[in-house]
């Protein structure tokens, strides 16, 4: 039968990327359909970050956390490009009470009921001391003590704030992420079509037979369905399954402004709601604030960060920052609907983190992926392929741990030196654009560049130094089709670009699909 393939997989995102690339390295032939843009929704809206979840332990998560805390190192060797260390400030309030909600919390109550609603200390160092020995740590500092009292970290802080604690997690660039896992999976055999929307999906025998919108028809002996928000969708209304199974869409929300301190270091601040937020140096002139957690009714696409969601991060911020952050300071907002396993928590802080794999497995198997975390991605990827592993008999073995993603072949302590290297063999790049290339593309920066003795070899600058060798180089390699894709997701630059810079690009790469 032709177009027949071992794995049909519906969903561009980390997930549905990073089972591809598990697949296609284990023999298996496979296809991805993506109906937008590789991580146009859930997996470029995160908080940027591989950490364990601090705030999950105080849920009981355990087997969630130490998992993610595992995964933190063997992700970050796979990709030191696109992920690096990074330490978080966790001061300690003395004013600060919550509302009673987790189960440790429910429990401190009833054993210390004068406590009136504070999270102790000691219970905060015991989480922390559990969370630098559950993951195996080995290249990542533990935590420590910390005075904020004239040092660099206390000084963006109100003077209520005198000690914290310093401890342990990773950046990462989530879409980019998606992105090389993708080329990875292609460069491994897998066949990824973005602006491929899937219309139907209905067993043939002991075969899928998939329909998309434009017509075209495929067959696969599997079919993974990695939808994301759109998972229920997929269930009920593209394959037609029965199932009882939900997920649960909780809206979280981010607020980008102008950068709030000096240093390098991230800030975790806890609310009197029970909840917390991140303040973190993103992209060097700006401070990323997340994240909310609201319930989301309606498309995942028409999710934003709501004028209430906005004053909700600007107040809880203002709560700790010496100087208050406003509104009228928001350069960019972004929002992203999280499709939780709905396991009946009663508000959507509390709703499970931890993934579900749920096999259908009546003639050809259908996979559905609920919930996930980027920070478990390869993790999730490894035990949906143990799910198929009966059907699939030649498939080779677990390979991932390890194997670096595209331009991530280097040790992580050697960054400083790529970037020194290739400002020494193209002399015209700035600090800041090497920089910038080395941490997009690592060892590929070259392969972009190619044989340029000046920024004119380059072809058409289209502003914020983006031109037109990098932008071939995405549409070739990293499935990029519209500007949107480039200035959004396979980098940021849309924080730095006009309108009409953006619109110039649009403009060229139509015109570059048209003549390809």
Aim: glycine share 8%; proline share 4%; hydrophobic share 40%.
């Amino acid at each position: 039968m032709p177009d027949t393939t071992d794995l049909f997989i519906i969903g561009g995102g980390i997930n549905g990327c990073g089972i591809a690339r598990d697949a296609a390295g284990r023999g298996l032939s496979v296809r991805l359909a993506e109906m937008g843009d590789l991580a146009q929704a859930t997996s470029s809206k995160s908080t940027k970050l591989f950490h364990g979840g601090l705030r999950y332990l105080e849920y009981l998560e355990i087997r969630l956390v130490r998992e993610a805390l595992k995964e933190r190192e063997v992700l970050l060797r796979a990709m030191p490009h696109i992920s690096w260390p990074m330490r978080f400030v966790l001061p300690l309030d003395p004013e600060m009470t919550f509302e009673a909600h987790t189960p440790v919390s429910r429990a401190l109550g009833m054993l210390m009921p004068w406590n009136k609603g504070h999270r102790p200390n000691f219970l905060i160092r015991a989480g922390l001391f559990l969370y630098d020995n559950l993951g195996g740590r080995k290249i990542l500092p533990g935590t420590r003590s910390l005075s904020l009292e004239n040092t660099a970290e206390g000084a963006p802080l109100q003077d209520r704030l005198k000690q914290a604690y310093e401890y342990s997690d990773c950046w990462v660039d989530d879409a980019r992420l998606v992105a090389l896992n993708a080329r990875d999976a292609a460069l491994r055999g897998a066949r990824i079509m973005v602006g491929a929307e899937v219309a139907e999906a209905a067993r043939d025998g002991d075969l899928w037979r998939v329909t998309l919108t434009d017509e075209r028809v495929f067959h696969a002996r599997a079919l993974i369905n990695a939808g994301g928000p759109w998972v229920g969708h997929i269930i009920r209304d593209v394959a037609h399954l029965p199932s009882a199974e939900t997920v649960r869409l909780v809206r979280g929300s981010h607020i980008v402004v102008p950068k709030l301190y000096d240093h390098d270091k991230a800030y975790f601040f806890q609310g009197k709601d029970g909840r917390i937020i991140f303040a973190i140096p993103y992209q060097d002139e700006f401070t990323l604030i997340g994240t909310t957690d609201r319930d989301h009714d309606g498309s995942p696409l028409d999710a934003e960060c709501t004028p209430e969601e906005q004053q909700y991060l600007c107040d809880f911020a203002s709560g700790y920052f010496r100087q208050a952050v406003t509104r009228d300071q928001i350069v960019w907002t972004y929002s992203g609907v999280r499709p939780l396993y709905d396991d009946g928590a009663k508000s959507a802080t509390a709703a499970t983190r931890d993934y579900v794999l749920s096999l259908d497995d009546k003639s050809a198997p259908c996979l559905n992926v609920f919930g996930g975390k980027i920070t478990t991605y390869r993790r999730l990827a490894e035990h949906a392929m143990e799910k198929l592993m009966p059907y699939f008999a030649n498939a080779g073995p677990a390979w991932t741990t390890g194997a670096a993603l595209p331009g991530g072949d280097f040790p992580v302590e050697s960054v400083a030196r790529l970037i020194a290297d290739l400002r020494a063999g193209y002399p015209f790049l700035t600090g800041e654009w090497a920089t910038r290339l080395i941490r997009a593309y690592g060892t590929d920066a070259q392969e972009i560049l190619g044989k340029a003795q000046d920024s004119a070899a380059l072809g058409h600058d289209f502003g914020a130094t983006l031109t037109e060798a990098e932008v071939r180089w995405l549409m070739t390699h990293e499935f990029a089709r519209h500007a949107s894709d480039i200035v959004w997701r396979r980098s940021k630059l849309g924080l730095r670009m006009d309108q009409g810079q953006i619109s110039a690009l649009e403009e060229w790469m139509s015109d570059a699909r048209a003549a390809a």
